[in-house]
């Protein structure tokens, strides 16, 4: 469940990222300390929402410019 404000559920980051939820919620624990995403809690739902910040905004478009640049690292 992904939407376009940049929040997932966590089931589904699991799920996604073919991880268990004890790695993904450590790895979260910490973004969230580096002001990176914010927990959203609706009764037993738990949300994973991306901050807009400057660094969060400069991660995207590095990420961008890989995905965009990758058939040059795969071409050799």
Do not use: H, W
Request: positive net charge; contains cysteine.
């Amino acid at each position: 469940m992904e939407s376009d404000d940049k929040t997932i559920n966590i089931t589904s980051l699991v799920s996604k990222l073919n991880s268990n939820y004890r790695s993904i919620s450590v790895c979260l624990d910490y973004m969230k300390k580096l002001n990176i995403v914010e927990e959203v809690v609706i009764g037993r739902l738990k949300l994973i929402k991306l901050l807009d910040t400057p660094l969060t905004q400069a991660m995207s478009i590095i990420l961008k410019e890989i995905k965009g640049n990758a058939g040059l690292f795969l071409s050799k």
